[in-house]
């Protein structure tokens, strides 16, 4: 079973910066990408950033330029560096694990339990 363990979530005024952290169970040689995901009240969950093993990375357009996200693979964590925040950044950020099984050929979802992220003055 895997596991995803997010950290650094908290109140920040705008303009200020956040480093989320997930570290992450099982193998790092496994066929997987990572990434971050976020739900505001009242809204859909959508995507924020991804990254794959080898280091691609995709990010959402309205975080383009502002957000960072890196793999640790000895440690197993993903980060996501976030500056220039905004009042619309505030929502609830999930870190999420995909896997490939080899021998079946099939993807599977993981997700962390979200860590808070406001963004106020």
């Known amino acids: 079973q895997v596991q995803l363990v997010e950290s650094g979530g908290g109140l920040v005024q705008p303009g200020g910066s956040l480093r989320l952290s997930c570290a992450a169970s099982?193998?790092?040689?496994?066929?997987?990408?990572m990434g971050w995901y976020r739900q505001a009240p009242g809204k859909q969950r959508d995507l924020v950033a991804t990254?794959?093993?080898?280091?691609?990375?995709n990010y959402a357009d309205s975080v383009k330029g502002r957000f960072t996200i890196s793999r640790d693979n000895a440690k197993n964590t993903v980060y996501l560096q976030m500056n220039s925040l905004k009042p619309e950044d505030t929502a609830v950020y999930y870190c999420?694990?995909?896997?490939?099984?080899?021998?079946?050929?099939?993807?599977?979802?993981?997700w962390g339990q979200g860590t808070q992220v406001t963004v106020s003055s």
């Open positions: 999420n694990r995909q896997i490939l099984d080899v021998d079946s050929m099939k993807w599977s979802d993981y």
């Open positions: 099982g193998s790092i040689f496994s066929i997987n990408v």
């Open positions: 990254i794959t093993s080898g280091g691609g990375t």
